[in-house]
């Protein structure tokens, strides 16, 4: 299956701070990538839908101006939260998707963010 | 509405004994439904989905299409098989259309005892 890296795996910062997450696809061409969100042990929530030279679909409750999703590439997806708060401290996860008629994710690893 | 219910936050089994998760799922269509586990310090990964009917690390499960269930079963739970599992369910592919967005349940952690 497909390879997914995120970087970085954690980071913390200041609120009011921006700070970006990348999610790299190592092994195929992802031309979507999706980006969620998961509070502590809660599950996980579909935030966006990235597509490769297009914006972003989000999901209904997610502010765009805030979480900045750029996939200029075929490999590479990064989400950006701005003027980040400690609410939006969180488990950040992006997968991707073969394409085709596969429905099946390829996960990253997560990047756990929090906002002092 | 699309919705993906897990009933259970935990189950404890020993070692042995069988386990069943149970997944409920609301859909408006004929869906495409996943079992993924994530087992400690590890990403999310697939374990199963409807569409394939294999059995991957002696789990199955089967779409009930009459009772929305997507129950996942195990007749001898091994230690190894202690994880969190998240049901989960997508849009019937349109090849060149759908994008295949996930409605995740909320998750069952499996705690298997020796």
């Known amino acids: 299956g497909a390879v997914v890296s995120q970087h970085p795996s954690w980071v913390i910062c200041k609120s009011g701070t921006s700070v970006k997450i990348e999610c790299r696809s190592l092994d195929f061409q992802a031309t979507t990538m999706f980006w969620y969100r998961q509070f502590p042990k809660q599950s996980l929530m579909l935030m966006a839908t990235s597509n490769e030279g297009s914006k972003a679909t989000y999901e209904q409750g997610v502010e765009k101006d805030k979480f900045l999703i750029n996939h200029a590439s075929l490999t590479l997806s990064t989400l950006t939260v701005t003027s980040a708060h400690p609410e939006d401290s969180s488990f950040y996860i992006c997968?991707?998707?073969?394409?085709?008629?596969?429905?099946?994710?390829?996960f990253g690893p997560g990047t756990r963010l929090t906002v002092l | 509405a699309q919705r993906v219910t897990q009933p259970e936050k935990l189950l404890s089994v020993f070692k042995g004994a069988p386990v069943e998760l149970k997944c409920n799922y609301s859909?408006?269509?004929?869906?495409?439904l996943f079992w993924y586990v994530q087992y400690s310090r590890q990403r999310l990964q697939l374990l199963l989905r409807h569409i394939s009917r294999e059995s991957i690390k002696g789990f199955t499960a089967d779409l009930n299409k009459g009772e929305t269930s997507f129950h996942l079963k195990k007749p001898f739970a091994q230690e190894e098989d202690s994880a969190m599992y998240y049901c989960a369910l997508s849009g019937p592919m349109n090849y060149g259309g759908s994008q295949g967005n996930l409605i995740f349940g909320k998750g069952t952690k499996l705690s298997v005892k020796p």
């Open positions: 997968s991707t998707k073969q394409g085709g008629d596969y429905n099946e994710q390829f």
């Open positions: 859909y408006s269509g004929s869906p495409e």
